[in-house]
């Protein structure tokens, strides 16, 4: 009998041991972003340029050479589609934007959640539909920071909070918000990369990236 307590005792810690191994650390899942990123930028011809390099040519990406800066700061990568029309928000300005986007899981390799055209998705057998209007968020500018909410639209519907992803902020210190008032005139566009920790609350618990393709448009 005594044996036989042995033995199971010894199986059952095997067991626990294997269990534990089998278990991803803070750290293991942090790497596996950083190779998610990497094959991301690999796969799709990225040219990774310096916050210097980027500096150096006015504060513009080269969307000829696939140009996106790393902002050391924020760890996100940024290319700026268009600058956009009207002017950048001013320090302690609030403001109201316009956003259309796509959110695209890099790890998983899936669109998430968009409203750049009509999208649904299927959960727990429950059709959620997310039309083509435009995001709401309130954004304020504090120094060289931000902090925003969203109001209205498929994010915070989606994600199950208003907390605008810091990352969605990051390019509100490059890119110019108005409203197109005459030809040629249009709503500024970019496209990031953004690790878990600059992303959505979802995105925060599970450390994954996202790739987006956002718009902003001042709303008056």
């Known amino acids: ?31 596996a972003e950083r190779e998610a990123i990497n094959k991301y930028i ?18 513009t990406t080269n969307l000829d050479n696939n140009e996106f800066v790393y902002l050391n700061k924020s760890g996100v990568y940024m290319q700026i589609v268009r600058e956009g029309c009207g ?16 959110e695209y899981d890099i790890k998983q390799g899936s669109i998430l959640v968009r409203n750049d055209v009509p999208y649904y998705l299927v959960l727990s057998n429950q059709r959620f539909d997310y ?10 500018r504090t120094g060289n920071s931000f902090s925003g909410s969203f109001v209205s639209g498929a994010m915070s519907s989606y994600h199950g909070s208003a907390a605008v992803p810091s990352g969605w902020l990051v390019p ?29 609350v979802d995105a925060s618990s599970s450390v994954h990236p996202c790739y987006y393709e956002i718009t902003y448009e001042r709303d008056i």
């Open 1 to 31: 009998m005594k044996k036989t307590y042995t033995l199971l005792t010894l199986l059952c810690g095997i067991f626990f041991l294997t269990s534990c191994n089998k278990g991803e650390t803070y750290s293991d899942l942090k790497d």
């Open 42 to 59: 690999s796969t799709h011809n990225i040219k990774v340029i310096s916050e210097d390099k980027f500096t150096e040519q006015g504060q």
């Open 87 to 102: 002017s950048i928000v001013e320090n302690k300005e609030s403001v109201e934007l316009l956003c259309r986007f796509s």
């Open 131 to 140: 039309s083509s209007a435009p995001d709401k968020m309130l954004v304020e």
């Open 172 to 200: 509100l210190l490059y890119v110019n918000v108005g409203r197109p008032q005459k030809d040629g005139d249009e709503v500024a566009k970019v496209r990031l990369i953004v690790p878990h920790s600059q992303g959505t």
